[in-house]
Nanobody
Framework: QVQLVESGGGLVQAGGSLRLSCAAS????????MGWYRQAPGKLRELVAH???????VYASSVKGRFTISRDNAKNTVYLTMNSLKPEDTAVYFC???????????????WGQGTQVTVSS
């Protein structure tokens, strides 16, 4: 019904930058909150940032001031611009969206497949 496809991960040196993208497609009536989560080896998945339809944002304290989340509602796409990357930012980054499917009333949470971000020291 709904697919989230991430792109933009890769290997970067500490202090560098990357931009992740996540495009949602399928039987979408509306998308509410969109966000990025990450999971490092041996750790729980954690929130990085999320953004409401109107643009309100929330960031994890560990990334505030370095990462910027944005969205293009016309393209059903959310972005994560990551600057001043640190080795501790190394993780698989997952996109998440709260989607109301066409013909339905309830909102469902969908996840992307994840994209690897590796920051070398």
């Amino acid at each position: 019904q709904v697919q989230l496809v991430e792109s933009g991960g890769g290997l970067v040196q500490a202090g560098g930058s990357l931009r992740l993208s996540c495009a949602a497609s399928g039987s979408i009536f509306s998308i509410n909150r969109m966000g990025w989560y990450r999971q490092a080896p041996g750790k729980l998945r954690e929130l990085v940032a999320h953004i409401a339809t109107g643009g309100g944002t929330v960031y994890a304290s560990s990334v505030k001031g370095r990462f910027t989340i944005s969205r293009d509602n016309a393209k059903n796409t959310v972005y994560l611009t990551m600057n001043s990357l640190k080795p501790e930012d190394t993780a698989v980054y997952f996109c998440n969206a709260g989607v109301v499917v066409t013909g339905k009333v309830a909102e469902y949470s969908y996840w992307g497949q994840g994209t690897q971000v590796t920051v070398s020291s």
